[in-house]
């Protein structure tokens, strides 16, 4: 068995790949980094590094290759003979790999090759819509009919946390990825074309927007909390952050209201929300998985936009009738974010400085209600004067 993943970074050799190997496929990766590419090929396997009880357990995932991306028509063979197929590229590079995958859609056409489930590892609501259509694209109508008759589009949410492999490590291994040992694969049950393939900890479930929202609104969310909150307190390090109780009850009253809200929305029970919520607060506290402030707070322009995890969980919230006071502060925090060389963040505090909270948060979030523009802009002044005695009172419910 054959799988294909695009993108040889940190999700691709250090969750999804796994996955393929442990499941019996041997892994072509495609990537456009040539020491990456002939690396894959000298060594065909990779080294593993699960991080457990403050120590690395060294693991191998093996039985790979690679090609080349820039390599149009190896890309095309590749995915012509392909059994499964990912993509884990960040969504500002489809525009540049539909192209390439609309050959191998055409190749597999001329092979009278049947489906080809894609396992779109995307951090953007509705990527596999979105890789579709810049594939199609590329397309005409005949294989556009073999394509939406064979290709399926199954979007994913990933969980794992993939941080920066420590330099010592490195050095000695280029091909090393360090990962934490959550290992699970939530994908959307109704995506797939023919049948589902068996796959290791891959989870198929619908309808799948409650794990995509659970991801984004609660996950994702509460991580920018404890970066932006860690940030006024002048930690590095997200452990840090959440070691910090008063952080770690903001964030925990964050999760508590985005879990209300998407269990009011999707019509869920809340108990697994709720689990879901303690469990990543234990995650952060992975000292090995070395998560900065900086990188998971960074470019504030697109994590506080409109549907992004703060503003996204906070109108889900309010439409839904939950309070979200908690969420507020995350969103008054990241206004106040800035790290050096975040230019998109200094953009937000900069402007936030020069016209008013209520005119950065229409600007950016689209939030424009008065007593949500009053209540972020409360926390927000407080916090720039005084950040302890700021979460102090919102704590206690004071401020």
Known sequence: ??????????????????????????TTFVDVVDSVVNELNDKNEYPLYITRGGEYERNKVVNVDAVNGKDPEAVAEAISEADIMATAVGVNILKFIAEPISLGVKRRMRKSKGTLNIIVCENKIDANVYLHDLIAGY??????????????????????????TPAEIKE?????????????????RDAFKGGIPEIKNMLPFAPFELFIERKLYM???????????????????????AGDMRIRYIALGALTESASALSVYHKTDIRPLIEHAFDLLTRYD????????????????????????????????????VPNGFIACGIAAGLLFAPEGDL?????????????????????SEITDDAAVSEIKRYYDAMKRDPASALDGIIKGTL
């Open 1 to 26: 068995m054959k799988a294909v993943m695009y993108g040889a970074g940190n999700i691709g050799r250090g969750f999804i790949a796994q996955l393929f190997t442990e499941s019996g496929y041997h």
């Open 139 to 164: 397309l005409d109508d005949e294989e556009k009919q073999y394509f939406d008759d064979n290709f399926g589009f199954v979007e994913a949410s990933i969980g794992r946390m993939v941080p920066a």
């Open 172 to 188: 000695k291994e280029p091909l090393a990825v360090c990962v934490e040992p959550f290992c699970t694969l939530p994908v959307d």
């Open 219 to 241: 996950h994702n969310m509460s991580h920018a909390v404890c970066a932006y909150l860690g940030n006024l307190f002048g930690y590095k390090y997200i452990w840090e952050a």
């Open 286 to 321: 992975n000292k090995l998985l070395g998560d900065t402030v900086a990188r998971v707070g960074n470019d504030t322009k697109r994590k506080l936009s409109p549907a992004d995890r703060l503003p996204g969980a906070f109108k889900r919230a309010a439409e839904t009738g």
């Open 344 to 364: 998109s963040s200094a953009e937000i505090r900069d402007y936030t400085v020069e016209n008013g909270v209520g005119a950065a948060l229409e600007k950016y």
